[in-house]
């Protein structure tokens, strides 16, 4: 048995059995989620190019059916429905399958096997017969199945891709006088004030975005679980197209801006805000192939 990535396998079994395995580089829960849940199955278990299933339903549970309807370019439609025998997650399924019309009736296993983050997915299909087990591989069953997977593995990529996202939203820095640190950013700096509310048991959120981020601070004091001493933030980068016309702006404004330091190409600006918490302004000058369309650098390590 196989476990490269991307290759399906396929092997008869007995006299009426197929067996297929695919490893998929996604984690065994999210694989079984996959297989089973009406939100995702629509996106991945198609035909061929243009068919879409504008019906899933999906009663997960022993006894529980299941019916797809796909539906082609041109309006026809073809629907498989079954009933689930065992439902055991995120291990394993045992399900009969129907197709309708000519097309066998059939007995499914679905396994599904924790390789690390990786997950091996192995499918056992048992005809009604030989003659029909033989009929349903000649048909194709084979390249269906591979290709069926390849778009598995896509969607199953997009889903954990998804999961890794982040986006960094706010940063806490602590003051001793919110009024105080509240002038200085907004009045000196020039970040836009976003919240500044009590919520009730003295708590105080002031939340504010310099001018351009898509990234916010919030000033506290005493905020339940934010425990860092007022002045001990260090370094939080502040990224500029032109540092030296950002550091007479902020002396004009009264702020005790540092001199620019060139660190290998890299442009810094220190100043620190009235607790001693510490800012830089940052300067990256564009590199060939470096794409900056906004005329803002690119943030590093300083």
Not at 50 to 64: A, K
Not at 72 to 97: H, W, Y
Not at 156 to 170: D, F, K, N, P
Not at 270 to 288: H, K, M, R, V, Y
């Amino acid at each position: 048995m196989s476990d490269e990535l991307g290759v399906t396998g396929f092997e008869l079994e007995g006299e009426d059995g197929v067996c297929i395995t695919r490893v998929v580089a996604a984690p065994r829960d999210l694989v079984f989620h996959v297989h089973t849940s009406p939100r995702h199955l629509p996106n991945w278990l198609l035909g061929p190019p243009g068919w879409t299933m504008p019906v899933c339903e999906v009663d997960l549970r022993p006894g529980g059916a299941y019916r797809y309807v796909y539906r082609a370019a041109d309006g026809a439609e073809m629907t498989i429905t079954g009933t689930f025998e065992e439902v055991d997650p995120p291990g394993r399924l045992v399900s009969t399958e129907a197709w309708g019309g000519d097309w066998p009736a059939t007995r499914n296993t679905v396994t599904f096997t924790d390789l690390g983050g990786r997950t091996r997915i192995t499918t056992r299909v048992r005809y009604a017969s030989p003659a029909a087990r033989d009929a349903a591989v000649h048909s194709g069953m084979r390249e269906g199945m591979d290709a069926g997977y390849g778009g598995l593995d896509a969607y199953l990529a997009e889903q954990v891709g998804g999961a890794l996202t982040m986006r960094l939203e706010l940063v806490p820095v602590p003051v001793k006088d919110v009024d105080a640190a509240l002038a200085f950013y907004a009045n000196r700096l020039g970040f836009t004030v976003d919240h500044d509310v009590r919520p009730g048991d003295g708590a105080r959120v002031t939340q504010l975005t310099p001018p351009g981020s898509a990234c916010s601070i919030v000033l506290y004091k005493d905020l339940p679980g934010l425990d860092l001493p007022p002045g001990t933030l260090r370094g939080l980068h502040l990224v500029v197209g032109d540092v030296r016309r950002a550091r007479a702006a902020l002396l004009a404004r009264g702020v005790d801006a540092g001199e620019v330091q060139d660190l290998g190409g890299i442009l810094y600006v220190s100043f620190a805000d009235p607790d001693g918490n510490t800012w830089l302004l940052q300067e990256i000058p564009p590199a060939p192939g470096r794409p900056d369309d906004d005329g803002v650098g690119r943030t590093v390590a300083g």
